[in-house]
């Protein structure tokens, strides 16, 4: 069984930075992700990163402001984002997957068979 824990979520201002946590404990999956989800909104993929050898995807609101990253020895995934903006608020959640999912789908939360609480991260103008 895998289980998911995040951390690090929190309060910013415009254009400041935070970095989310998310620690896996149970076997280690192929796909490791982050999705958020804004009050009325649906869940949308963040970042995807290939737990081997390491390739990553982003959505194109956060290319060039977020990068997932992982460190295989803690089993811990991370979400550092920077130049934050208020429609970044949301909940976010770290999700994983056991499957090989076909490249066009990596940010399709359908794939993804564990998933985290969630953590608050609130951007203020």
């Known amino acids: 069984q895998v289980r998911l824990v995040e951390s690090g979520g929190g309060s910013a201002q415009t254009g400041g930075s935070l970095r989310l946590s998310c620690v896996l404990s149970?076997?280690?999956?192929?796909?490791m992700a982050w999705f958020r989800q804004a009050p009325g909104k649906e869940r949308e993929g963040v970042a995807v990163?290939?737990?081997?050898?390491?390739?990553?995807y982003y959505a194109d609101s956060v290319q060039g402001r977020f990068t997932i990253s992982l460190d295989n020895a803690k089993k811990t995934v991370y979400l550092q984002m920077n130049s934050l903006k208020p429609e970044d608020t949301a909940v976010y959640y770290c999700?994983?997957?056991?499957?090989?999912?076909?490249?066009?789908?990596?940010?399709?939360?359908?794939?993804?068979?564990?998933w985290g609480q969630g953590t608050q991260v609130t951007v203020s103008s």
């Open positions: 999700a994983a997957s056991s499957s090989l999912i076909p490249r066009e789908s990596v940010l399709d939360q359908h794939w993804y068979n564990f």
């Open positions: 149970g076997y280690m999956t192929l796909r």
């Open positions: 990163i290939f737990t081997q050898p390491g390739t990553t």
